[in-house]
Each structure stands twice: as C-alpha cells, then as structure tokens.
Nanobody, 118 residues
Framework: QVPLVESGGGLVQAGGSLRLSCTAP????????MGWFRQAPGKEREFVAA???????RYAESVKGRFTISIDNAKNTVYLQMNSLKPVDTAVYYC????????????WGQGTQVTVSS
C-alpha cells in the first residue's frame, strides 16, 4: 500500500489556525473512511475526526465547532482545518484509513507535529 503522508503541522499561537493535509499518491480515498487522530506526550492516541465514504463526519467533543474534516477525492487528499487552537491541542496528528466511519482504522501515516503556544 502507498503510505499516507501528513503535512501542514507547525507552531502556532493559541487562537490561531492550521490546516493539515493527508495524501497518498495512487490511492483512491473514496474507497475508505478517513480519520485524524492525535497523541500528546505521555498520553494515548485519541480520535479527533473522521469522514466516511458517503461524507458523513464525526468529531471528538473536544474539537467540535473548531475543527473541520474534509476530503478532495479528485486530489486524494483529506484535510483537517483547525481553528481557535488551544495549547491542549498540542500533539502529533496522524492520518488513518479504514473501512468505516467508526473504524477500525488499519493504515496510518507517520504523523505531523502541531504545537500551540500560550
């Protein structure tokens, strides 16, 4: 399988925005449910957002109203628009592909670091 590759992470001040991208040249994202997860230092990986093959979406309560997941099937790219960022959003963010909106997610990217300063 072509690996998933995340990009768009970085350092941002609290209240700022970032847009993460996940792509895999040659894959057909419309065949998968796509998700974003994150892992903060010393914590377990947690769910952030997901989008199904039918474009149904779900979000973690902690990011509802601030983050938006979207997909461009023509570009085989899934995005995570993150607004009103908080220091607690600091984590490594991972893209994942799976069969259904609620998982399981079986293919994972290497992650991209997001750091939110106060």
């Amino acid at each position: 399988q072509v690996p998933l590759v995340e990009s768009g992470g970085g350092l941002v001040q609290a209240g700022g925005s970032l847009r993460l991208s996940c792509t895999a040249p040659g894959r057909t994202f419309s065949r998968y449910a796509m998700g974003w997860f994150r892992q903060a230092p010393g914590k377990e990986r947690e769910f952030v957002a997901a989008i199904s093959r039918k474009n149904n979406v779900r979000y973690a309560e902690s990011v509802k109203g601030r983050f938006t997941i979207s997909i461009d099937n023509a570009k085989n790219t899934v995005y995570l628009q993150m607004n009103s960022l908080k220091p607690v959003d600091t984590a490594v963010y991972y893209c994942a592909a799976g069969d259904r909106l609620y998982g399981p997610y079986t293919d994972w990217g290497q992650g991209t670091q997001v750091t939110v300063s106060s």
